[in-house]
């Protein structure tokens, strides 16, 4: 094969390879979107489910009540439960709320750092990019304000990084809470229902 046509044939393999991972890539952030809209319906049944159970147990009790004489038994665990809920019903709110801010402060920092490594790469290269009749003075002072928007950007991807890192345990957390204390609340609803019939 002839220099040509196999430069020919390599090109047309990198841009079948390039085209396949932006097909990829627009495929993983269309998943990306899909997951992140079920997160936020899950949390939102989890606080609906939670509330809607409160207001159930409620009723109960007022059933329990109507019959005069009877000894309700394990109100502590009714009290237990109704507090596991609510906890469940306020993390499962807060959840995509801090999902969404983590999103935001990642996608900040990965913008800084982008903007960090043009200005570093710029600054590295800058004197290949002066024309020669540019004084020295001039490109002197080009680089220093170009090194200066650099490290007030590395400030501010440190800004960025620790609100990723906050909105990130917090995210996880309010996940975790709503994920257990829904089953843990309804468990208890459960046994107080069972040891009162």
Not at 120 to 133: F, G, M
């Amino acid at each position: 094969m002839d220099p040509v046509t196999a430069a020919q044939v390599a090109r047309q393999n990198v841009l079948s390879a390039q085209n396949r991972t932006k097909a990829a890539q627009q495929k993983f952030e269309d998943e990306s979107i899909r997951i992140r809209e079920s997160n936020d319906k899950f949390y939102n049944s989890i606080a609906l489910f939670s509330g809607g159970t409160i207001a159930l147990s409620i009723t109960y009790l007022g059933y329990l009540k109507s019959f005069s004489g009877r000894h309700i038994l394990y109100p502590k665990t009714l009290i237990a439960a109704w507090t596991v809920l609510l906890v469940c019903v306020v993390a499962s709110l807060f959840c995509p709320l801090m999902n969404a801010y983590y999103t935001h402060f990642a996608r900040l920092r990965i913008y800084l750092e982008n903007l960090i490594e043009q200005k570093d790469t710029y600054i590295a290269e800058a004197d290949n990019l002066y024309l020669v009749n540019v004084p020295p003075e001039e490109r002197d002072a080009d680089k220093r304000r170009t090194t200066e928007e650099a490290n007030a950007r590395k400030k501010d991807r440190a800004w960025a990084k620790k609100r990723e890192s906050i909105f990130s345990h917090l995210w996880t957390a309010c996940g975790w809470i709503a994920r257990v204390g829904f089953p843990l609340g309804l468990g208890l609803l459960m046994f107080f229902a069972v040891k009162n019939m």
